[in-house]
Nanobody
């Protein structure tokens, strides 16, 4: 069982940056692939980024490639999402997710979810 708690969201102007954190409980954290998803009002939850258990492999949605960076610190049981050059289209609730089967690009690939943190980008 893994519990995930996101933090770091907030209101930022277009062009600004935020760093989201996801703190995990459970000694098995370092064996989980981790992902970030987001959901805007009236839209489906969409994949943002993922990272394998070691941190050596990362994956990004085309819409955030080159602007967002996912990373993890297994010693701190934490995964991060550095978001730069934010646009109003990035406004959404951001969710952290954990997978014990290697992760993937879809929500069904993940087993545990946090409650999310709101990111709002003003124009």
């Amino acid at each position: 069982q893994v519990q995930l708690v996101e933090s770091g969201g907030g209101l930022v102007q277009a062009g600004g940056s935020l760093r989201l954190s996801c703190a995990a409980s459970g000694r098995s954290f370092r064996t989980y692939a981790m992902g970030w998803f987001r959901q805007a009002p009236g839209k489906e939850r969409e994949f943002v980024a993922a990272i394998d258990w070691s941190g050596r492999s990362t994956y990004y949605a085309d819409s955030v490639k080159g602007r967002f960076t996912i990373s993890r610190d297994n010693a701190k049981y934490t995964v991060y999402l550095q978001m730069n050059t934010l646009t109003p289209e990035d406004t959404a609730r951001y969710y952290c997710a954990a997978s014990h089967t290697g992760g993937g690009l879809g929500a069904p690939d993940y087993d545990y979810w946090g409650q999310g943190t709101q990111v709002t980008v003003s124009s």
